[in-house]
Nanobody, 116 residues
Framework: VHLVESGGGVVQPGGSLRLSCAASGFTFGNFEMTWTRQAPGKESEVVTMIETGGESMCYADFANGRFSVSRDNAKNILYLQMNNLKVEDTALYSC??????????WGQGTQVTVSS
């Protein structure tokens, strides 16, 4: 199982980024996917989860209305569109694959820094 995130970077407050997570080594469309993030000195937290078909998802309160998760099961890619970014969104963003809510693989993460 291999998960590789990309798309992070430095952006000003109010800006946008689109993260990607390329998956391989398993049948991507059969598993629930999650984006998590971890800020320096803080515990990891779930950003959003998306079910196998891509039609059902849920978001953390801080992500509602600003972030949007999607997946392309034909290309084995998970996306996270982040708009109206805030300084407090600065973190390492990682994708996670789970089986019946039991995570079994994590990517290395992509750094998002929101700074003026």
């Amino acid at each position: 199982v291999h998960l590789v995130e990309s798309g992070g970077g430095v952006v000003q407050p109010g800006g946008s980024l689109r993260l990607s997570c390329a998956a391989s080594g398993f049948t991507f469309g059969n598993f629930e996917m999650t984006w998590t993030r971890q800020a320096p000195g803080k515990e990891s937290e779930v950003v959003t989860m998306i079910e196998t078909g891509g039609e059902s998802m849920c978001y953390a309160d801080f992500a509602n209305g600003r972030f949007s998760v999607s997946r392309d099961n034909a290309k084995n890619i998970l996306y996270l569109q982040m708009n109206n970014l805030k300084v407090e969104d600065t973190a390492l963003y990682s994708c996670v694959v789970s089986n019946n809510s039991d995570p079994f693989a994590w990517g290395q993460g992509t750094q998002v820094t929101v700074s003026s």
